[in-house]
């Protein structure tokens, strides 16, 4: 067991160690998304809950501390922790008494209920003797009010209490709020060790997928639905795309699947206009490797001007894709401008 939740994080989970005697007021953790750095700072906050952890930190799993940690009911710890981050990882949210019944996106900062949940908290002793812990995330993603409370806390910091702050992006966290805390860099992983470790979860064309989200290895694993296209949705696109100058206007007019989400169409156009651009060039295409053979057969002949027209219709999409536009007569013109330029 070491404490360290991801192989690049054995020197920062050393550093969390090192202080767990000397514990600052607040402690900011900060590090590009898509790293695991919440996840770390986590289980340093279940270490120091932990009634017996390892030399090196880890939480040795079977105390009362380590079980109650775990179910989420140990009376030191409280989570002000954004809807949309304690979602996913089963962590406790309690929704505010105004919100409505049937919203459709989860609430991404955190409110003014949270941190003043944590006034009783923070007047009472701590139950186990030990260190009381506030784990706040996205300490970049904070309302102003709810931020205003959460610094009060911070300024007039009760006894033997820490606040541990995640921020995925430095630079949106208040000045007042970092100015208040001891700030700990996370470094993202090298490349390669981002690979290995994706490539050791089984994901399939790693590198490239690695490629798509800028390296960051859990990012990976983290779909936004309004970026993604449904498989079949997908494979319509792609069999049309296969087709080149083969496919008739009437193969895609009136075919166009009716209900998918523009961005995530866009998205999957530019990067087949990039791998068009790329193989035109003589590259091997990024994004689509099993697609080199149709790539090439629809290039043949096209003139530069008439791809590269297309590659803006492209770009034009992508910038228009936020605004309520009927998505599927956009991709229709789209496929059609396709079939025109390498006609
Ligand atoms: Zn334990």
Request: aromatic content about 8%; overall charge negative; proline content about 8%.
């Amino acid at each position: 067991m070491a404490l360290a939740v991801y192989p690049w994080q054995v020197e920062l989970a050393r550093e969390l160690h090192a202080m767990r005697d000397r514990l600052p007021n607040g402690l900011l953790v900060y590090g590009p998304r898509g790293i695991g750095t919440f996840e770390l700072v986590h289980a340093f906050a279940k270490s120091l809950l932990c009634e017996h952890p390892d030399s090196d930190g880890a939480p040795c799993g079977q105390c009362k501390g380590c079980v109650m940690a775990r179910a989420y009911t140990h009376p030191d710890i409280r989570y002000v922790v954004s809807e949309a981050e304690a979602l996913p990882r089963q962590i406790p949210f309690e929704a505010p008494d105004n919100a409505s019944a049937d919203r459709k996106n989860l609430y991404r900062e955190i409110l003014i209920h949270q941190p003043r949940a944590l006034a009783d908290f923070l007047t009472i002793k701590s139950h186990q003797g030990g260190v009381r812990i506030v784990l706040v995330y996205p300490a970049d993603k904070i309302r102003a009010e709810a931020a205003a409370s959460l610094l009060k806390s911070l300024e007039e910091p009760p006894e033997q209490t820490v606040f541990l702050l995640v921020a995925d992006e430095l630079d949106h966290v208040l000045p007042t709020i970092r100015s208040r805390c001891r700030l700990v860099r996370a470094t993202p992983p090298s490349f390669e060790q981002a690979l290995a470790w994706v490539e050791q979860q089984g994901v399939e064309r790693a590198e490239v997928r690695l490629q798509e989200v800028g390296g960051m290895p859990l990012a990976v694993f983290e779909s936004d639905p309004h970026l993604t296209l449904a498989p079949d949705v997908e494979a319509h696109f792609l069999s049309v795309l296969r087709m080149g100058k083969a496919a008739d206007n009437d193969v895609i007019i009136g075919n166009v699947p009716r209900d998918f989400p523009l961005p995530a169409a866009a998205l999957f156009f530019s990067r087949w206009a990039w791998d068009l651009a790329g193989v035109y060039a003589g590259m091997q295409p990024r994004y689509f490797p099993e697609e080199l053979e149709p790539m090439r057969q629809s290039l043949d002949g096209v003139t530069p001007a008439k791809l590269y027209q297309w590659i803006n219709s492209v770009r034009d999409v992508r910038q228009a894709s936020g605004h309520t536009l009927n998505a599927r007569v956009v991709i229709e013109q789209l496929l059609l401008a396709y079939v025109r330029a390498l006609k």
